[in-house]
């Protein structure tokens, strides 16, 4: 995985958890519910570049 990647995959994290912990601050549910759903993304989107890391490794390319 790119260290750009990695950076933009933390980012979209990070963004998640301030927009989770602001709705549950304002008691906006909706707000926090897309916070979580961000980080999910996120996470997903690392999982995936982890993924093409492995393989890369495991067919030497």
Known sequence: ???????K???E???GKVKEYAGQAKG?????????????KGGVK???????D????TTGH
Do not use: L, P
């Open 46 to 52: 690392q999982a995936g570049e982890k993924m093409k």
């Open 54 to 57: 492995a393989a890369k490794d």
């Open 13 to 15: 994290k990070a963004k």
């Open 1 to 7: 995985m790119s260290t750009m990647d990695k950076a």
């Open 28 to 40: 906006d549910k909706r707000m926090e519910t897309e916070g979580k759903g961000d980080q999910a």
């Open 9 to 11: 995959n933390a980012a």
